[in-house]
């Protein structure tokens, strides 16, 4: 069974630019979060999808959005790049949303320059 | 506001013997607890979990360790293998709209350095 799959492993990006992460779940898992990890503020929560609605909300500002497709793949968004928006950018996903335990992907690390 | 802390940033301890690593949180409304080993340029794997019903959990090497009362967990690894060598995170998940969604709360990390 194939985990989480994100891609790109790996961007860099221009402040003032926009970027666009995809994530692939686990095959028949519906609920699909993405966390931001920094050296500063560890892991944090950015938001959850499950069934094509976002079900859950983090402290990020609107810049960062994100949705998720009828078959349950996810893209989060981050418009208006800040050098502080620099994190790898995980995704994580459960069979449904009350799941407990979440299977991350490897991550994606985004370089604002 | 941290509701899930790590206090200790690294750990060094000598193969074969025992790693513990400590987790402790503030919300009392916390009612699971998982554990998760990373890897640099990977992300977290769920390595084990409590219930708030339970105080101990035990999956072959790693056992983990809930005192409700003191809002304090820990995990235990014996013996230490080199392989253990990663960052572990305490997390919570944090339950909202009824119980109908939840996100994971965690804790900063610890790094875990096992010398052969």
């Known amino acids: 069974k194939a985990g989480v799959t994100q891609t790109p492993r790996y961007l860099i990006k221009t402040r003032g630019q926009q970027v666009t992460l995809s994530c692939s779940p686990i095959s028949g898992h519906r609920s699909v979060s993405w966390y931001q990890q920094t050296p500063g503020q560890g892991l944090q929560f950015l938001f959850e999808y499950f069934s094509e609605t976002q079900r859950n909300k983090g402290n990020f500002p609107g810049r960062f959005s994100g949705r998720q497709f009828s078959n349950s793949r996810s893209e989060m968004n981050v418009s208006t790049l800040e050098l502080g928006d620099s994190a790898l950018y995980l995704c994580a996903s459960s069979l449904i949303s009350t799941n407990t335990e979440a299977f991350f992907g490897q991550g994606t690390r985004l370089t604002v320059v | 506001d941290q509701q899930v802390k790590q206090n200790s940033p690294s750990l060094s301890v000598q193969e074969g013997r025992i790693s513990i690593l400590n987790c402790d949180y503030t919300?009392?409304?916390?009612?699971?607890f998982l554990w998760y080993k990373k890897y640099p340029a990977e992300g977290p794997t769920f390595l084990i979990s409590i219930s708030s019903i339970k105080d101990k959990n035990e999956d072959g090497r790693f056992t983990v360790f809930l005192n409700k009362s003191a809002k304090h967990l820990s995990l235990h690894i014996v013996p230490s293998q080199p392989g253990d060598s990663a960052v572990y995170f305490c997390a919570a998940p944090l339950r909202s709209y009824g119980g109908a969604t939840n996100k994971l709360i965690f804790g900063t990390g610890t790094l875990l350095a096992v010398q052969p």
């Open positions: 919300n009392s409304m916390f009612d699971y």
